[in-house]
């Protein structure tokens, strides 16, 4: 079985912190992704990666960064987090092309940002 | 745009009936359609994907794809308490990437 692996499960930080959030996924695959989910919004893609070191912006990359220095770990950093970014975080992997490849989700990170 | 409509219901109906969720999407590009369930407090987990037009059918669920209309729903028959959950559609793109609709509350009283 897949699986990635979120390194928080909770998180609460003050506004103006630079805040990571790590992903790792133990399949080898060549997409990774984080979206973040609110309630009535449904899930909203930040970035997503398809290669090492390669990035693609989602629908709401603002005030978000990420990092794909390894194939296995897919990193999203808050450059200065606010109290708008308190969401579910989900992390996401899948191979190969999104026609028939399915997405394997972590367990999320709720971040609190106060 | 890549945009992945559902209505967001909540959706109800009583237990053995059939449940109907749909979906339209606004870029001809979408590639492939998935069903992903979510149960409260829970990470999405994939019920199936359909990428022909036409219906594909798994045990109790089946996919319909119509893609001059842009039109994607699921059905489940024989609906159970336990399908009580939010159902996430979403739109893979052939670019690798998937955006997903805001999801439909679905709710199985006994």
């Known amino acids: 079985d897949v699986k990635v692996t979120q390194s928080s499960t909770y998180l609460v930080k003050r506004t103006g912190e630079k805040v990571f959030l790590e992903c790792v996924q133990d399949?080898?695959?060549?997409?990774m992704f984080w979206y973040r989910q609110d309630p009535g919004l449904g899930l909203r893609l930040i970035y997503f990666?398809?290669?090492?070191?390669?990035?693609e912006k989602g629908d709401i990359p603002e005030g978000y960064s990420v990092s794909r220095e390894k194939k296995e770990r897919f990193s999203l950093i808050l450059e200065s987090a606010s109290t708008n970014q308190t969401s579910m975080y989900l992390c996401?992997?899948?191979?190969?092309?999104?026609?028939?490849?399915?997405?394997?989700f972590g367990n999320g990170t709720r971040l609190t940002v106060t | 745009q890549k945009e992945v409509e559902q209505n967001s219901g909540p959706l109800s109906v009583p237990e053995g009936a059939i449940a109907s969720l749909n979906c339209t999407y606004s870029?001809?590009?979408?590639?492939?359609f998935f069903w992903y369930r979510q149960y409260s407090g829970k990470s999405p987990e994939l019920i199936m994907f359909?990428?022909?037009?036409g219906d594909k059918e798994d045990g109790r669920f089946t996919a319909q794809l119509n893609k001059a209309s842009q039109y994607v729903s699921l059905l489940i028959r024989d609906s159970q308490p336990s399908d009580s959950a939010t159902y996430l559609c979403?739109?893979?793109?052939?670019?690798?990437?998937?955006?997903f609709g805001a999801g439909t509350r679905l709710t199985v009283k006994p």
């Open positions: 979403a739109g893979g793109y052939n670019n690798n990437d998937m955006r």
């Open positions: 359909i990428y022909s037009n």
């Open positions: 990666s398809y290669d090492v070191k390669m990035k």
């Open positions: 996401a992997s899948s191979e190969g092309s999104s026609y028939n490849s399915p997405l394997h």
């Open positions: 870029d001809r590009g979408s590639q492939s």
């Open positions: 399949m080898d695959h060549e997409n």
